[in-house]
């Protein structure tokens, strides 16, 4: 093995150090400073030649030992390569110095790469840890050094826009500015989780303002009377939401020139409805991917949170109280919801319950791109977008009795659509039957996307990404795809494969090996089997430590809670920080 020595300055003392390839070893330095020059040194697997004669040494060799870690590690990415030490490495002699290494002889090794380019990969994995820090600790603290500061006597409030559990919603426009139009801003006074709304606009902001309501300012207002009042503005993107236009009973028609801008060459019928529908539908993922390639899971899809932006004729989302910001772990308590049941995929929780609540932010952030493969909380969103989807296609499941009717349907079919759709299409009513026929135009694929969407395993459905990439979306049908698009459509479907199955047919073959024919282990195997299995034996030993365990764990659960109720008051306080307060 190659040990590449670091250069620095060693205490007093000596150390013979022997280039391998020295004829002579060099002399000691006694009571001096030695700088030693970056430079190759030959160890041995079991001699190093490193010979300690003293106690003084031992001090050096001490000192040195701290290095060999740093360098071990350093070793992994700047080494000398494979082959033998010579025709690899550089050696030389501290007498005869023109035999040194020329500093420049710097080589990056092929696990240094591979380690490098892992690390890079992780930091730029979903939800980004390496852009999360340049989000927090650079973008946003330029964004506070240059935004308009606003109070609430700035604004006169209009027409009450809605009123939900968490806060009262205001047309509004600015006393000060005769520039601006009257109700050209929406002011939310938010009772509860008006800090995480803040906190997630101004996020989404700086990621991906495209996907949300155009967001203008938060803060925060405290008054005697009123206590503290957290206060949003955002411009007013237009007046209706998906859900108002999907009351009307011109849906989708009355959305075709608001979103494409003029009426499309088609008669009315299914083939033009189905195009309408697409283009809600990607512009709806479109958002959603914005939103998860940020690390933000809204939690709370739904028509009414979808808000048609007139100026730039897109659908927008809008309401993020709800929303978890799993980058940094803000809002992310795996065992808390606050959920609208009629779009709530099954699983109800973003992440697994056996996920402990977030820890301290900067852990929550080394440690989101696992959380989030593990989880993939995203799918959550895809769901609740899925079934706006179904209600797109269906107009009986626009009303709430109709989608309350369904989502009782499809548990009993443990939400599986396909035999949900076999259970309802021989009795289906005409407009049921329509809506199946609006999802089998051009080979079925709408309803491929779909039943992609809306299932029961988080796992199994599909991201908003890969849902964008889907040939639903293709103007040119299913026939037109080319050869990659027809690709691309088969990964696509492998992708959504469950692989728990080919685990669990994996193991079954795995446990049929060594037997007889077809499958199973015979009586002679078992017996051997039984006879390795080491003997349980209930002796008082094993009583108490077995209670000694117990009580072990109880304790460190114990503590891990109460740890868990402090950070999250410590944890509540300090990204509120980022919240600009009354001036
Ligand atoms: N940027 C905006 N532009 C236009 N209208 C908006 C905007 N933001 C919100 N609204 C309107 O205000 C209503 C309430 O907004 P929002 O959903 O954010 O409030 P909320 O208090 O959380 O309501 P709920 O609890 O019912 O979801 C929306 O349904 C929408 O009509």
Known sequence: MAVVAA?????????????????????????????????????????TRITISNPIQFLVFASQGEHLVVDAVRDLFVAVGVGLPCTVMECGDMIYRSTLPKSSGLTITTTGAFLAMGALSYLWATPGVAPGFFDMFVLAFAERLFRPTFRKDDFVLGKKLG?????????????????????????????????????????????????????????????????????LIWRFEGENTLADLMQSKEFPYNVETMILGEVQALPKGLEREDRIIQTIMRQLLFALDGLHSTGIVHRDIKPQNVIFSEDSRIFKIIDLGAAADLRVGINYIPKEFLLDPRYAAPEQYIMSTQT???PSAPVATALSPVL????LPDRFDIYSAGLIFLQMAFPALRSDSGLIQFNRQLKRCDYDLVAWRKSVEPRASADLRRGFQLLDLDGGIGWELLTSMVRYKARQRTSAKAALAHPYFDREGLLALSFMQKLRLQYFRATLQDYGEAAKWVIRLMAKSGTKKDGGFTEAQLQELKEIE?????????????????????????????????????KSLWWSRWIPREE
């Not at 003392?13 to 006694?30: A, C, I, Q, R, W």
């Not at 030695?34 to 030959?42: D, G």
Request: net charge positive; with cysteine.
């Open 163 to 231: 009123e939900g559990a968490f806060g009262v919603v205001y047309r509004a426009s600015l006393k000060k500015k005769p520039s601006s139009k009257e109700g050209d801003l929406v002011l939310k006074k938010a009772t509860e989780y008006g800090a995480v709304e803040i906190w997630m606009n101004e996020r989404v902001r700086r990621a991906c303002a495209n996907s949300c309501a155009d967001f203008v300012y938060g803060f925060l207002e405290t008054s005697s009377k009123k206590g503290t009042e957290y206060w």
């Open 372 to 375: 989030w493969q593990m989880n």
């Open 534 to 570: 080491p003997k349980k034996k209930a002796s008082p030993q094993r009583n108490a430590l077995a209670s000694a365990l117990r009580l072990q764990r109880k304790i460190i659960r114990t503590l891990n809670e109460s740890m868990d109720e402090l950070n999250q008051s410590r």
């Open 7 to 47: 250069g620095g300055v060693v205490g007093i003392g000596v150390t013979k150090l022997y280039p391998h390839t020295s004829p002579k070893p060099t002399t000691p330095f006694l009571g001096k400073k030695l700088r030693i020059k970056p430079t190759t040194f030959k160890s041995q697997p079991s001699t």
């Open 356 to 358: 402990p609540s977030a």
